[in-house]
């Protein structure tokens, strides 16, 4: 059996979409990926001002406004489009960055904490937007390569923020200067936007109607008796009792504490650990990330390849990721308990390899919503965000309770890796057990 991908099915102006969706996602996760850096290069500064347990309220600050407009975000999406959201997620975060240098002088670590947590409320609609728009521009053979495509916005705005701000911060700019490249760079993307962004393939200017008609023949159809135009009610009780959607917000909830350290505690776990300096700290933070971003690819034309030559079917595709991404992050975490500050190496590359699992979930977890309900995954997705937010809010703050002022213990950092061995696998098999790859009834 020979297996090839088809190029020529890749060339229409969908991808041009996904471009954007792409470049939209790299500069929020770049922003959002240069705290870390920010904090500990402010932490050298100023030690006295920017503890242990301050820089955990900052990290986690985000959130505290993320959380609130994850399920809002996601009506508005089903209800309006996703191009106006999409915009003023990236837009508004980009303008506020530019501020922060003049304003945090006045109020430290408090003023960071309160501008990161409006620049979480303002993004809060912006992964319901990707959704939205993977829903309506996906064929769905194609869903799963168009989200990796999308996806790896995350993973590169995550691979180069440490390593461009490591720089900048050790640069005579300092880390001031973060703040003006991560604003610039959205703000560029913004007019691109503008320009050619567009919420679905049926009000785009852009698309030839062959592939137009190409995208509305592949996708499940929403209703065979509804009128195109009219709007169907969001079924709010049936979602929330649904088996397979409870399934999933339970896996995705236990996976975000696991790989919370990976996407926000690292920087700081090797400037305690190994007393890396700044510059060495964002290399090595990006390094850690290369794995992720090669996996992320492998994963999605692997399974693209199974799914087109009918290998498996989208059920074990998604469990058999899911797999992956439950028991080599688990045993890694065990694993990692027993080094101490001599294995810096080995502690690098075992981390690293735990950040190669993170794509595995994308393709199990998150695209799920667009197989339980294509026309309600904007909220399917708001309010599985919503919590996997909430863990991500609470999570930098249950670890700084844990580690207080002893972030250059080991062991403390250990209980860290031993209660997300406990937590991942249990939410890896309810979704095993529960999870399905249908649409679902109420759709």
Known sequence: MQLTLNLHNFNGFRYIQCGLLFLGLFCALFDRGATPIIVTALSKENPTEWKFQERQYVISSFFWGYVATQILGGYLANKFGMKFLYLVSILGPALLSILVPSILVY??????????????????????????????????????????????????????SPFISGKIAASEVGWPGIFYFSGGIGLIWCVFWLLFGESSPETSRFVSDKERNHILTNQEKESVEEPKDKKKPIPWFQIITSKP????????????????????????????????????????????????????????????????????????????????????????????????????????????IIASTLPAQDIAYWINVIDLSPRFSAVLYGIVNTTTTIVSLFSPLIIGSIISEEETDPEKWHTVFNISAIIIPIGGFIFMVFGQMKVQSWN
């Open 107 to 160: 109020g430290g670590w408090k003023v960071y904490a309160m501008l990161n947590m409006l620049k979480g409320l303002i993004q809060g609609a912006m992964y319901p937007a990707i959704y939205y728009s993977i829903s309506k521009w996906a064929p769905k053979t194609e869903r799963n390569i168009m989200s990796n495509i999308v996806e790896s916005g995350f993973t590169w705005g995550a691979l180069m």
């Open 245 to 352: 959607f409870l399934a999933l917000i339970i896996v995705t909830a236990c996976q975000e504490f696991g790989y919370i350290f990976i996407n926000s505690e690292v920087p700081q776990y090797f400037n305690a650990v190994f007393n890396m300096d700044i510059e060495s700290n964002g290399l090595n933070t990006t390094l850690i990330q290369v794995p992720t971003l090669v996996m992320m690819h492998v994963f999605a034309i692997v399974g693209y390849i199974l799914l087109k030559k009918r290998v498996v079917n989208i059920t074990v595709l998604r469990k058999s990721y899911s797999a992956i991404a439950c028991v080599i992050p688990t045993i890694i975490y065990v694993w990692l308990t027993f080094l101490d500050s001599s294995k810096q190496t080995l502690s690098l590359v075992l981390i690293a």
